[in-house]
C-alpha cells in the first residue's frame, strides 16, 4: 500500500507542477498533415527520436521532446535532401528559366518562386507534404493594415511600412519574370503570382529559414545564405537558451546540438539571436516575453518634441547626427543606455560651449544641475513614451472588440509589444527615480540654453 501511495504521488506532484507552469501541449504527430511531412522526411534520409510536434498554449506549434535532451547532445541533424536552398530550385524545372532570364534575380526572389510554384502543383509538387505544413498566414508587418501599423512604437512604424513597401515591389518589378514562367503553370500567371502569394512565400522565407551560406552561383545576384528546413523550422525562439547550429561539411547535414538540454515533455528551443523585441515582431511576427534583450527605442523627433523651447536645437541635432549619435537612443528596465545619456549630456550645454560638445561625446562630464536636467529629460521622455504605449493599448482594446481573426492575431502580436515596452518604461522610471546622481571630478559647468522641458 505504502508504494501504491508513493506512485500516487509522484503523479500528482508531476500533474501539479504541469499545472503550475500553466503551460499544455497536445501532441500533433497523429495528424495527417504531420504524418506525411514525417514520412516524406524519412524517405530523405532524416530520423527523428528525440523531438515531436506539439501545440503549446503559449508559444502556438513547436517541437516537444519525447526523451529528456542533454547538455551537448546532437538535437536534430537534417539533411541536405531535405532542405530546399537555391541549389534545389536551380535544379528543379524552374532551372531553365531562371538561367535563361534576360537579368539575374536575387536567391530570396529564386526561393520565393520555388515555393509559389510548388504550393500551385498542389499534391503534385515534390515538396507538397512541405508546403502543407507551412503556415498559411503570418504575424509579421507585411500582412498588417494600417490601423495595426498605426498602432505600432513611433521607431518601429517606419520599418513596418518599408517592409510591406518591399514585398510589393517584388511583386510588382518582376512580372515579366513571372510571365516568363507561364510554360510550367495550369492558371494564368495573374492568378497564381498574385501579391497574397508573394506575401506568403517572402513570409515563409523570412520568417522560417536558416543561415547557410551557398557559394557564388552566376545565374543570381547578392548574398545567397538561406535555406529552408522542414521540421527543424518548427523549433521556436527563446532569448535565454543556447545551441549550437549550422550545416556540417562532414554528415552533410544542417545540425542542432543543445548547450543547455531540455526535460523530457518539454518544449524545446533554439535561440534566434541577441534580437530585442522590435526586432523579432519584425522579422519573425512573434514577441518574447520578459525579453532580456528588449529596450524601448527614443525617436529623434520626441527629442525634438521636448526640447523645442531650445534655441541652438537645430544646431545640436545636426552635431549629434553628423557624429552617428542619433541611432540607438534607447531606454531599458535599468535605465537610460550610455548612448541617450550623452546625447542629452551634450544636448543639455548652451551654444557658447560648442567647442567642449566633441569631448562631451567622448564622455567628458558635465555639471551637477546639467547631469540633473539630463536625468529629469529621462523621465519625461519615459512619460511621453507610456502616455502613447497606454494610448495604443486602448485603441487595440477597442478594436478587438471588432475585427476579424486575421486582424485579431496581428493585434494580439502589436499589444504584446506595447505591454512589453510598458512594463520596460516603468521599471526604468523607477530606476531613475531612485539612482543618485554620481559627482564626477572633472565638471563642464553652463548656463541652461532651454527654457523647460515640456
Not at 115 to 121: I, K
Not at 170 to 177: G, L, P
Not at 385 to 390: K, R, W
Amino acid at each position: 500500500m505504502r508504494g501504491r501511495s508513493r506512485r500516487a504521488g509522484r503523479a500528482a506532484r508531476k500533474r501539479k507542477q504541469k499545472q503550475d507552469s500553466g503551460f499544455q501541449s497536445v501532441s500533433l504527430c497523429h495528424q495527417p498533415q504531420y504524418v506525411r511531412l514525417m514520412k516524406f522526411l524519412h524517405q530523405r534520409g532524416f530520423t527523428s527520436t528525440l523531438l515531436q510536434p506539439a501545440l503549446f498554449t503559449d508559444t502556438g506549434r513547436g517541437l516537444q521532446a519525447l526523451k529528456t535532451i542533454k547538455p551537448g547532445q546532437l538535437v536534430i541533424s537534417l539533411p541536405q535532401s531535405c532542405l530546399i536552398t537555391t541549389s534545389t530550385v536551380l535544379e528543379s524545372y524552374l532551372g531553365h528559366y531562371i538561367k535563361s532570364w534576360k537579368s539575374r534575380i536575387s536567391p530570396l526572389l529564386a526561393l520565393c518562386v520555388f515555393l509559389v510554384c510548388e504550393r500551385h502543383r498542389g499534391e503534385a509538387s515534390d515538396w507538397f507534404p512541405y508546403t502543407n505544413a507551412l503556415p498559411i498566414t503570418y504575424t509579421c508587418p507585411a500582412y498588417f493594415t494600417d490601423d495595426v501599423i498605426a498602432l505600432l512604437p513611433t521607431s518601429v512604424r517606419r520599418r513596418a511600412s518599408e517592409q510591406r513597401d518591399a514585398v510589393r515591389e517584388i511583386h510588382s518589378n518582376n512580372q515579366d519574370f513571372y510571365r516568363s514562367l507561364r510554360p510550367v503553370l495550369s492558371q494564368p500567371v495573374e492568378e497564381v503570382f498574385t501579391y497574397e502569394t508573394l506575401r506568403w512565400a517572402w513570409c515563409s522565407v523570412n520568417t522560417r529559414s536558416v543561415f547557410m551560406s551557398q557559394p557564388p552561383n552566376i545565374f543570381l545576384f547578392g548574398e545567397d545564405v538561406y535555406a529552408l528546413a522542414p521540421f527543424l523550422d518548427l523549433l521556436n525562439h527563446r532569448p535565454d537558451v543556447q545551441v549550437e547550429a549550422g550545416f556540417n561539411d562532414v554528415t552533410r547535414c544542417y545540425e542542432i546540438k543543445s548547450v543547455s538540454g531540455t526535460l523530457c515533455h518539454q518544449q524545446a528551443f533554439i535561440n534566434y539571436g541577441s534580437h530585442d523585441n522590435q526586432r523579432l515582431m519584425l522579422e519573425y511576427g512573434f514577441v518574447a516575453p520578459s525579453n532580456p534583450h528588449s529596450v524601448v527605442y527614443v525617436d529623434t523627433d520626441l527629442l525634438c518634441a521636448i526640447l523645442k523651447g531650445d534655441r541652438s536645437l537645430d544646431q545640436k541635432m545636426k552635431f549629434l547626427r553628423d557624429n552617428d549619435f542619433l541611432q540607438n537612443l534607447t531606454l531599458s528596465s535599468e535605465g537610460p543606455s550610455w548612448r541617450l545619456m550623452t546625447a542629452l549630456r551634450l544636448l543639455s550645454l548652451p551654444q557658447t560651449l560648442y567647442p567642449h560638445w566633441r569631448a562631451v561625446l567622448l564622455g567628458q562630464a558635465v555639471s551637477k544641475d546639467r547631469e540633473d536636467w539630463s536625468m529629469q529629460t529621462v523621465k519625461t521622455l519615459c512619460q511621453r513614451l507610456l502616455q502613447d504605449t497606454n494610448t495604443a493599448l486602448d485603441k487595440i482594446s477597442h478594436l478587438l472588440q471588432q475585427c476579424d481573426e486575421s486582424v485579431r492575431e496581428q493585434l494580439d502580436v502589436v499589444r504584446s509589444l506595447r505591454q512589453e515596452e510598458s512594463c520596460i518604461l516603468g521599471s526604468c522610471l523607477e530606476s531613475v527615480d531612485g539612482s543618485p546622481i554620481q559627482q564626477p571630478d572633472e565638471l563642464l559647468t553652463c548656463q541652461p540654453d532651454v527654457d523647460t522641458v515640456s
